[in-house]
């Protein structure tokens, strides 16, 4: 093992690898530190409940990734080491509550043919165009580090590609709520039905600033990537990754806890893991929660003062659940429309949504919670035995530390025990049951992760939130992680990367990329592209 390197990158989440991967293949030597025995962070696929049913344990869909711009720069190499995604090109996504179904397809035109209202028809197309007219301003945002010559040549974006009222519109989009977007826009129930759930993807909910802006984001990026799975299960995305990382030249750490972050000077220059010091030449990249690095990874008296207010400020978002249902038969909906369906959510809005939230942030069970329920199996027969199913069932409107029942029926003196779990994953069953009567009689496994077993898995996922912060608008873009520091932290050559940072949760990467490429085109660190090893497929 070598106790130098140009980089060194704590954590191995989606962010760590993308960093390690892009850094490496730049030339640069990387050492890689994980706490677990193993990589991908909340990435990952197992046998939960039965054999021949695999489950992806945490997330699962990466159009994030496929839209941004770590997958344009590591794409064809994860592709050319064994990552394959399934997809489908018809209907990707769907809603269903007592309102009734609606759905959306890859084909915008073939949505807004199910839409009731001519004038909602319209608005559809009218919000995914005004989309396109701001992309470069809007993904420019979610993909720069927001320096201020960045924030100045998006503003010089922005006034020439839209006029002075183009973009103090944008602007007041961006700070509007989803509630208050499909309100303003759209005369039926079906647009908010269908996107607003999409919202708590983002960690946010209904009546949070930027929903205006996340909800158009989340429509266009599904109509355009699809919702990919990894075939075979989330952990073969992670074993293309270690490949890429091994054909790189990356040392790989696992089981690794970095101890403390030395700096000398006013510079980031070792990390002390394992009982070991490890030069960093260059820089040094941490993904890790906001208090983790300023309150145990930096000294106390080193820490800036930018830095412990970050620390001190962070709030937690809601907390978060998974349950894992392996099937002797693929779930059937009462309308069958929805059964080749990937993604279906239970909700009929902005309304029951934001009840849910308002629930949990009061630190109740919601009574009537928000249901995502994913059927990877119509995308990827392989994950179960022929006919058989699985359902990845995520839940994001619970408190860490419950405080009661908003529907009165559970005692929650015991917090998340064993019978709580069970009881509430009850309650999530009977409400899909409710629109597909046989799960019921279906269900062989069911297996149960609350907000703290995904603490448990990850120590990045504080009082449950896996989204890194409440994102509201005070915790987001300039503002994340809270104060202003962003991916920088006072220090030369120490970076913030990972969920806590922008662009925020999610599977893009975004961070890891950001900094990674920001590195490599700065003139004192530029790195010389290397040709690749002998054998190597790059």
Partial sequence: MSDEADAVVIGAGINGLVAAAELAGAGWTVVLLETRDRLGGFIDSEKLTIPGHVHDT??????????????????????????EYANTDDAVTASISERGVVMADRDPETTVARLAHSADQAAYLTMLDELDRRASVVFGVLGSELRARDIARLGTTALRSLGVSGAVELARVAVQSGRGFVRERFTGWEADQ?????????????????????????????????????????????????????????????????????????????????????????????????????????????????????????????????????????????????????????????DSTGIACAQAEAGLLPAAPTVV???????????????????????????????????????????????????????????????????????????????????????????????????????????????GTGHRTGFAQLWHIGAFTHPGAGLGGGSGHIVAQQLLSTGSVRARIRRPRAGEKD
């Fill in 194 to 350: 269908l996107w607003t759930p999409w919202l708590l993807h983002a960690g946010l909910g209904p009546d949070h600033a930027a929903g205006g802006l996340m909800l158009p984001v989340m429509a266009a990026t599904v109509h355009r990537i699809g919702l990919p799975v990894v075939k075979g299960g989330a952990r073969q995305f992670i074993a293309a990754f270690e490949r890429l990382l091994a054909d790189r030249g990356v040392e790989v750490r696992l089981g690794v806890r970095a101890e403390r972050i030395e700096v000398t000077g006013g510079r980031a220059v070792a990390v002390h893991a394992g009982g070991r010091r490890i030069a960093a030449r260059k820089a040094v990249l941490v993904s890790t929660s906001t208090g983790d690095l300023y309150d145990r990874l930096l000294d106390r008296d080193a820490a800036t003062e930018n830095g412990r207010r970050a620390a001190r400020l962070h709030r937690p978002g809601r907390a978060a659940m998974q349950i894992h249902l392996a099937l002797d038969e693929r779930l059937r909906w009462s309308d069958a429309r929805l059964d080749p369906v990937p993604l279906v959510h239970i909700s009929n809005g902005a």
């Fill in 373 to 483: 329920v994913g059927q990877q199996t119509v995308l990827d027969p392989s994950r179960a035995p022929e006919g058989a199913g699985t359902l990845w069932i995520q839940l994001q409107e619970l408190p860490f530390a419950p405080r009661g029942d908003a529907a009165g029926e559970i005692d929650v003196a015991t917090a998340w025990s064993e019978e709580v779990v069970a009881a509430y994953a009850d309650r999530v069953i009977d409400r899909i049951a409710q629109f597909a009567p046989g799960l019921r009689d279906s269900i062989r496994c069911i297996a149960a992760l609350p907000p703290p077993a995904l603490l448990a898995a990850n120590p990045n996922a504080v009082a449950g939130d896996p989204y890194g912060a409440a994102a509201e608008l005070d915790q987001s873009l300039l503002w994340r992680p809270g104060t």
């Fill in 58 to 83: 945490f997330s699962s869909w990466h159009p994030l990734f496929v839209a941004g711009g770590a997958y344009a720069e590591l794409g064809a190499a994860l592709h050319q080491r064994g990552l």
